[in-house]
Structures are given as structure tokens and as C-alpha cells.
């Protein structure tokens, strides 16, 4: 891991980022990505200068991954680094929008008054 990517992995592991569980170095689709949340079907990359010089393999890496149905964040090391908050932000906002709201377990009868469930 590089150094950013350490420090990603302090803030996600141990579903420290809103009880999220992230994985890392995980296989996906004949690719190794840099983390995974199962949950969301979300991997994020973070990118080092070798990436400038690899922008299409990463394109077409990116488009492998979104066909097998999976949403892909890329962001640089440099500017995790400056501003990791600024990262953790928008995977949380795209955590609130990709979770499904919690489904309820009982048909709900038991909240009405005495006599009322069968009409």
C-alpha cells in the first residue's frame, strides 16, 4: 500500500466510515481494486503520479468494473493527502444515497388499535 492508501485504511477498516465494511486489495471482476464496500458495490481508488501515465488502462479498468455493476471513485494520492475530509465526505454521501431504506419486518398490524387490523 502506499502511504495514502494506509491512511485511508486507518479511517475505513473496522467500519469506522458510518458502519460501513470495506475490504481492501480485493479481486473484482479479474482486477484487484484498492478497497470495496460490498454494501454499496462501491470500490475506491487511489491514484499515485504512475496514474497520469496510465489514464486510459485505468478508463477502460473503470468501465470493466461499472459493467460488472459496480461504481467506481478515483481519487488522487495528493489530493487525499491535502484534504482527506473532503474524500470521506463524498463516500459518505454517496453511502446515503445508495443505501436502501430499512425494509420492515412485520406487516405493521401490531401498530393499530385493538380491533382495527382486519378492516
Excluded at 72 to 77: K, S, T, Y
Aim: proline letters at 5%; aromatic letters at 6%.
Amino acid at each position: 500500500m502506499t502511504g495514502a492508501e494506509a491512511v485511508l485504511w486507518e479511517m475505513l477498516r473496522g467500519r469506522r466510515l458510518d458502519g460501513l465494511k470495506f475490504r481492501r486489495q480485493t479481486p473484482l471482476a479479474g482486477l484487484v481494486v484498492d478497497f470495496f464496500c460490498a454494501e454499496l458495490k462501491l470500490i475506491i481508488e487511489l491514484d499515485g503520479g504512475v496514474h497520469r501515465l496510465r489514464e486510459d488502462e485505468d478508463a477502460q479498468r473503470d468501465e470493466r468494473l461499472r459493467e460488472a455493476g459496480f461504481e467506481v471513485l478515483r481519487f488522487d494520492n495528493a489530493a487525499f493527502e491535502k484534504n482527506p475530509g473532503l474524500v470521506l465526505s463524498v463516500l459518505r454521501e454517496r453511502a446515503s444515497r445508495r443505501r436502501a431504506p430499512p425494509q420492515p419486518t412485520a406487516s405493521g398490524g401490531h401498530l393499530l388499535p385493538r380491533g382495527e387490523k382486519g378492516r
